[in-house]
């Protein structure tokens, strides 16, 4: 498995933007699709965004599509998750993960198995 850890995560007021990191390490990067989730207190995890293993194919979830932009850069094993007009609700636990067995990324979490530990992002209003 690939070692994942998020970083950028902050207190935001609502509006504004934050760059979310995510660090692989361990195995060969372009192997792994890429996706981000997130977690808020009291609810499920949530697919947010997911890109393929060359870059090429990106997907959203509904609430964040417009506002968010995920990217990965190859060369330096990393992927970024750009976060602009932030609100409220995307309050939440965010967390990279990895996926080798769907190059196109996927929404669905049981096909990730590498996890990061989370960088929390709050959005005040």
């Known amino acids: 498995q690939v070692l994942l850890v998020e970083s950028g995560g902050g207190l935001v007021q609502a509006g504004g933007s934050l760059r979310l990191s995510c660090a692989a390490s361990g195995r060969t990067f372009t192997n792994y699709a890429m996706a981000w989730f997130r977690q808020a207190p009291g609810k499920e995890r949530e697919f947010v965004a997911a890109?393929?293993?060359?870059?090429?194919?990106?997907e959203y979830a509904s609430s964040v599509k417009g506002r968010f932009t995920i990217s990965r850069d190859n060369a330096k094993n990393t992927g970024n998750l750009q976060m602009s007009s932030l609100k409220p609700e995307d309050t939440a636990l965010y967390y990279c993960?990895?996926?080798?067995?769907?190059?196109?990324?996927?929404?669905?979490?049981?096909?990730?198995?590498?996890w990061g530990q989370g960088t929390q992002v709050t959005v005040s209003s």
């Open positions: 890109i393929s293993t060359g870059g090429g194919y990106t």
């Open positions: 993960a990895a996926s080798s067995s769907r190059p196109a990324g996927s929404t669905s979490a049981r096909y990730y198995s590498s």
